[in-house]
């Protein structure tokens, strides 16, 4: 089965201390149902210097965050939907807003 959130979407956050955020997600990690969305679960990285003119430094950058603490955006309501499946008339699977009925894509 196609996976219901990809690379590109729009999702909110709902639930962890980034409830209520929105972004488009940069990455799927399957092998771990987790998702990269921007500006979401920012972490600090140290970064030591790899040569002796590099100075080091706190790097803030995205966490992964597990793909059942996040929601669909419908792109008709703007607002948060679960995700089903319709196959079309030559075979293949699209996906479809719960919310409004319209095709995500």
């Known amino acids: 089965m196609p996976a219901k959130i990809k690379r590109g ?3 909110v956050v709902i ?3 980034d409830r209520g955020k929105r972004g488009l997600v940069r ?3 399957n092998k771990h149902d987790r998702l990269v969305v921007e500006g979401v679960n920012m972490v600090k990285k140290h970064q030591r210097a790899k040569t002796q003119t590099q100075t080091s ?3 803030e950058r ?3 965050i597990h793909v059942s603490n ?3 955006i419908d792109p008709n309501t703007d607002l948060p939907t679960r995700v089903g499946f319709r196959a079309r008339e030559d075979g293949t699977l699209v996906r479809v807003a719960k919310r409004s009925g319209e095709d995500v894509e």
């Open 15 to 17: 639930s962890g201390k």
């Open 9 to 11: 979407d729009r999702v």
């Open 62 to 64: 995205e966490a992964p």
């Open 70 to 72: 996040v929601m669909l």
């Open 57 to 59: 430094a706190i790097i």
């Open 27 to 29: 990455q799927v990690v």
